[in-house]
């Protein structure tokens, strides 16, 4: 069990220092740093971390951990769109629809809001489908939004 721990804390330590774009770039980091690790086994600690794999602002995509921004990305994302386009509403759901390979990383945001009103996101490549609880009104969602989308609704 301490050789898992010290391997999530050197996966973490490594994913707080550089963006990788794949888990192949990851494995050999790791193996670099003397850990002997298959892939199927990063996969599984990627799962236990919680680790996202978003789209960046410089157009490449990248593993985050969560509610940790990359460190090559600004702290404050006041011109950040996540590729956002609109959001529509059928009953407890919210369909937000994105710039294609942007749905993921603008619901890591949103689920990283921990709405108590929000079930759950979905997210495909360039739509993301809100699961509010029954009862949940409209501008719960917006408001999600605003938090991160500065722009939102100007």
Do not use: C, W
Not at 77 to 94: E, K, M, P, W
Not at 104 to 130: M, Q, W, Y
């Amino acid at each position: 069990m301490a050789a898992k721990k010290t391997r999530l804390e050197m996966v973490r330590t490594l994913l707080k220092e550089n963006p990788y774009e794949s888990q192949e770039e990851l494995l050999a980091a790791l193996r670099e740093a003397g850990f002997a690790v298959a892939q199927p086994t990063l996969s599984r600690d990627l799962r236990t971390l919680k680790v996202s794999k978003v789209f960046t602002d410089a157009g490449t995509y990248a593993y985050v951990l969560p509610a940790a921004p990359l460190a090559h990305e600004p702290k404050h994302h006041s011109h950040h769109t996540y590729g956002f386009r609109s959001v529509d509403f059928s009953g407890n759901l919210a369909v937000i629809k994105t710039a294609s390979g942007y749905a993921g990383s603008l619901s890591a945001e949103l689920d990283r809001l921990d709405s108590a009103d929000v079930v759950g996101t979905v997210a495909g490549d360039d739509t993301i489908i809100v699961v509010m609880r029954e009862g949940t009104q409209r501008s719960v969602i917006h408001n999600m939004l605003k938090a991160v989308l500065p722009h939102y609704g100007e």
